[in-house]
């Protein structure tokens, strides 16, 4: 009797079976971010979205956002628990999107892994389509790649990208920033995923396993430490709408530009959205601010939430020390015309967001010592933070 013929490519240590019934376990995940825009279904070599939609729109523009996890991914894969990246993901991508004033339209993801284990994948899947959903976004497809040799068995890393569509005329950004705008900041669910390098590097160095309790918390310390990132899109594109026409008189638009901003010309209330994620706050907020304006961000307006603190406890550190890596509890920040700073923040509340006012916006001449200046390559405005953590 002839022997079975073996598999090349599985004897090399990829298991195409495998792949398959990830996908199986993964479909009605993905499906259920499918609205009628969406075409093909799942499997197909590349997604569909109909985008007959934008015929609606005067000029429409595209976003795009790419990005990843990063070393958060260690700490899943350490206790096995792999329901909440996705989410993670998601937020770093499509929330990029809404900075701009993006509705985000659809995304696609990609998972590297040593070798496929079709439940975990399929569980990474699942919270990738249950933010999807929850930001109103399409998942229209994704790959997963088994590399062995390049990976170990149980190692894996995540990527994504995401479309979405905004007006030209309603872009957000640092041309629309005026003179005595409100910045306000959103609270963060904790780490989200920035910082883990470090993260790890003190929970490493101070002997703590990620199964060990952490009683700070009430859980282990990776399960702390795995709280997903918050989702600020469909929350700040209603308050985008909530807002609307600014009816400020301030007329310093971006300087050295030229840009004049008038009193009633239809500027929205919200003027520019800034993602805090890797760089911090003062850096990211800088990125979104015109040359020639500055900000002051007042440390004594919140407390770092606890993770923050219990994390540079351990290190011996200050909190001041991780600015330029974690958010320290503000997730976004908002640059808002000062007479629609009470309805933001009335807003953002009843999104289960709280918000309050963390700095205001001035231009020319500006307070002596030194401010972060711009930042990844956007000569931008001067940030730096100032005053002490509120204890409490």
């Not at 350490?78 to 996705?86: C, E, M, N």
């Not at 020639?292 to 923050?308: I, K, L, M």
């Amino acid at each position: 009797m002839a022997a079975s013929p073996t598999n090349p490519y599985s004897e090399a240590g990829v298991d195409t079976a495998a792949g398959d019934l990830a996908v199986e376990l993964m479909k009605s995940s993905v499906r259920a971010t499918h609205g009628p825009e969406v075409l093909g279904g799942v499997g197909g070599f590349a997604g569909l979205f109909d985008a007959s939609a934008l015929l609606g729109y005067r000029r429409p523009l595209l976003a795009s956002s790419t990005d990843g996890v990063g070393t958060k991914v260690a700490i899943a894969q350490a206790i096995d628990k792999h329901d909440t990246i996705g989410q993670d993901l998601v937020g770093m991508v499509v929330d990029d999107i809404v900075v701009v004033g993006a509705k985000p339209l659809f995304m696609t993801d990609y998972i590297a892994c040593g070798k496929v284990f079709p439940q975990r994948i399929a569980d990474i899947v699942r919270g990738i389509a249950e933010a999807c959903s929850a930001t109103g976004t399409a998942l229209v497809g994704g790959e997963t790649a088994e590399h062995p040799g390049l990976l170990g068995p149980r190692d894996y890393d995540v990527a994504g990208a995401a479309t979405g569509v905004v007006e030209a005329d309603a872009i957000l950004g640092a041309e629309r920033v005026q003179d005595g705008d409100v910045v306000l900041a959103v609270q963060s669910s904790g780490l989200h995923s920035n910082g883990y390098s470090l993260v790890r590097h003190i929970i490493t160095n101070a002997g703590i396993a990620y199964a060990d309790q952490a009683a700070d918390f009430g859980t282990t310390w990776g399960e702390a430490l795995l709280e997903p990132t918050r989702l600020y899109t469909l929350p700040l594109l209603r308050l985008i709408d909530a807002l609307g026409p600014s009816t400020g008189s301030g007329t310093q638009g971006a300087a050295g530009s030229g840009t004049q901003v008038a009193a009633g010309s239809g500027v929205q209330g919200v003027h520019a959205l800034s993602h805090v994620t890797g760089g911090g706050i003062a850096a990211n907020l800088a990125r979104v601010l015109p040359q020639g304006s500055w900000a002051e961000v007042d440390r004594s307006t919140w407390s770092p939430s606890p993770v923050f603190r219990v994390l540079s406890d351990i290190a011996g550190s200050t909190l001041e020390s991780a600015e330029g890596t974690w958010n320290l509890g503000i997730g976004f920040l908002a640059v808002v015309a000062a007479e629609k700073k009470d309805a933001a923040i009335a807003a953002l509340a009843a999104e289960g967001m709280p918000a309050w006012q963390v700095a205001t916006v001035g231009f020319g001449a500006r307070p002596a010592g030194d401010f972060e200046q711009g930042a990844k390559g956007v000569d931008g405005g001067a940030v730096r933070l100032v005053g002490a953590y509120a204890s409490h």
